[in-house]
């Protein structure tokens, strides 16, 4: 699941996408709200935490023109005005929820998984697929009566594959979901990332898990029958 952050402050704009990287978020970055308004024209996120005091367009045009788009993706307005008129501004325009700088990172986290489990539904929804299971709400996998260590592109690409798990993944979806644009990267980097959770998956041989490939078509994640 992508995040867009869009925050100009270079120091706070690293430090949070690699505190949200760790927490198995796909970020994208937009240090200005031009580029920002660009990139929520073509691209599909799962949330977006925007600053209000941007360079080249302030955050309150951006999510104005977001809305007036008809984008429905949840927004989360992070920045360092505290005057209430801008809170009451954000929310008419469509935030969908407010926090002060300077703030806490659990509290930003808690935000943004209370968000993105609201937007798509999935309050407290558990994923499982033979004896693999994904925690919307912890974040994490269990495979047996283990938790499953993965990197966060390995996460990235099991999450993707276990929410539509018994359906064909192309290739190309998941490297959408998986990188961001700024990734020096190419959709047969994937095949990497598959190899990998191949490797994990095969230790574990009650209710065992495979992914399997469908030349042309992508990869299914499947239980296998016993």
């Not at 968000?115 to 994490?140: H, K």
């Not at 690409?157 to 998941?174: I, P, Q």
């Not at 230790?203 to 299914?220: C, E, M, N, W």
């Amino acid at each position: 699941m992508r995040i867009l952050l869009i925050e100009d402050h270079v120091e706070l704009s690293r430090w949070l996408s690699k505190a949200l990287r760790d927490a198995h978020w796909t970020i994208e970055c937009a240090m200005n709200g031009a580029d920002a308004d660009s990139l929520l024209h073509t691209q599909q996120y799962a949330l977006v935490i925007l600053d209000l005091t941007l360079p080249k367009m302030d955050g309150l045009e951006v999510l104005k023109r977001l809305r007036a788009r008809g984008s429905k993706v949840p927004v989360l307005i992070l920045t360092a005005r505290g005057d209430v008129q801008d809170r009451v501004q954000g929310l008419n325009l469509g935030a969908d929820d407010y926090l002060a700088k300077p703030f806490e990172l659990a509290e930003l986290e808690a935000r943004v998984k209370a968000l993105v489990r609201r937007a798509q539904g999935n309050e407290g929804l558990i994923y499982s697929c033979g004896a693999l299971q994904f925690d919307t709400v912890s974040r994490m996998f269990t495979y047996g009566e283990s938790l499953l260590a993965l990197t966060p592109r390995e996460h990235a690409v099991l999450e993707v594959l276990m929410t539509r798990a018994g359906r064909v993944v192309s290739k190309e979806k998941l490297f959408d979901e998986v990188f961001s644009l700024a990734d020096d990267a190419n959709p047969d980097a994937i095949e990497i990332y598959i190899h990998r959770l191949r490797k994990k998956l095969a230790s574990d041989q009650t209710g065992q898990v495979a992914i399997t490939t469908l030349r042309g078509l992508g990869y299914l994640l499947e239980a296998q029958a016993e």
